[in-house]
């Protein structure tokens, strides 16, 4: 679980986070949703210790971040964040080799080589092994960065705004591949997602943000409805249910 | 596990890597060349008692060597915490630092002054200074600017312009006869090398670059970027700092030895890349040191021995790294 206490946080003078306090359950998808500013991203990074926290705490199951070293905390939680622009010189294989870092500190044994192997199959980006990242597809792009986080091995994992740049069967596909990581492996998903439809469609847990605080938490048929829409995104939009499942009309 | 991501892919691109062990071929083979021209270094155009010929030659040598790994290393280091391929610590004004943190002591303290202190302690102060120097001035630069290339390119301009118009500034108010003392020190020279300082100039630059080979790992993973590393456990915060002292050590050290490089750095580390192309230090390092070497030792061999110095090779060098460093420019901008 992914505990935050009394998050604040400021850009200069300016506030973007107001004293939030936030479970994050152990398994599944988690998306953090919410209209732009309302600091989802900024949340994101102090959970990965990106941005230095403030003030308030966050713990993540026994590791309490800032205060724990940061390679153990690269064991438990990887980010992929969503400026992921990391050397584009890279081929797809050191890429992913790269996951095994906190691990190995540069000196990878044979279990690491078969781990960078098994991520690159289970994603199945065998073909584009050797290919330099610039020459992909912003799709295959997004596919190497998750088998990175994939190969790093962790429990948690967290991407911000992963579906940027990719159509909408990149984005499916995307989405399908963190349900299967999450249902799976077992591992801990927590997604900051722009299209509610996604989010509603693919999330075990939504958490909704408004200017710098949590609005609502909890499964995607309760939160989504057309008043928490005019609430926290400002805008009149029909919700309809399609076997069940919350349907935004855009 | 679906398949359809993005089935739009680029065409096939040439492999840009090499095998597995071909990188270690050709770093032994740039071993070879750099014996090779420093054969002829040695021997060629000697008359006279070999006794003489070789430790005079053998400490010129190892000079060169010397100045072309401190070269070499720091400017791979820059490169890699400042995260591009083109700006170098001299075009970003490190050596012009030291030569105006020199200009500065003649002029406080004269030249006779200077000239009275030990060598090794005047190199000792300056290095120290411009240690001081480089991370109030470029450490604060890296945390803001560091992902604008433009930024960095047009502060390194005016830093170095920055330190040399001061530099003259000073040397026009110093007494005609104390500016020999620096004069020196103010122009690239790989004929006449300060051999003095060449017995505290190695085991600092030894040790300096025992640091950077230990951080060859942790260097791949901030090459990587901010968030990359961190998520990676890696602090690259600390790391810049590290390397930005180390740069600042070595920087001094082939000031104090042959003056202000230029372009060399950059001539060498992109040319190593081609060579031995990988995103892993610990192939590189070793790689444009030796590339530095050659060019260094053959280009002086060429220069001094077979062209009777018709033209001094940093001209030569200073020349083609320009041509690199504006074709880097200009490839960087049109991406």
Redesign the interface.
Known sequence: MIRIENVSFAHGAAPVLHDISLDIPRGGITALVGANGAGKSTLL?LI???APLQGGRIVVDDLEVGAC???????KL??L?Q?????P???VR?LVG??R??YH???PGRDDHAKVEAAIA???LGA?A???LD??????R??AQVAMTYA?DTDYVLLDEPLNN??I??S???M??LQ?LAREHGRTIVVVLHDLNYASAYADHLVTMRAGRIAEAGHPTEVVTADMLRDTFGTEAGVHHVNGAPVVLV | MPSDLSLTGAAPAPLRRLLPGQNARRLALLALLLAVSAAPYMTLGSRGNWGFVLPFRGAKLAALVLVGMAVSTSTVLFQTITRNRILTPSIMGFDALYVMILTGAVYLLGGHGVMRLPPTGIFVVNAGLLVLASLALFGTLLGRAGHDLMRMVLTGIIFGTLFRSLTSFLQRMIDPNEFAVIQVGSYARFTQIDTDLLAISAVVLLAAMAAAWAMRHRLDVIALGHDAAINLGEDPRRGQIQALVLIAVMVSVSTALVGPVAFLGLLVVSLARLITPTPYHGVLLPSAGLTAGIVLVGGQTLMERVLALSTPLPVIIDLAGGLVFLILLLKGLRR
């Open positions: 990074s990965a210790r990106l070293r940061s390679d153990e905390l690269a064991r990887a980010i964040p400026t992921a622009d990391a050397a010189r890279l081929t050191e790269f996951g870092y906190p500190k540069g000196r289970a994603f199945e584009l050797d290919r330099p020459t992909l597809s912003g799709g295959q997004q596919r790093q990719l159509d069967a990149g499916r596909a995307l399908q591949l299967h």
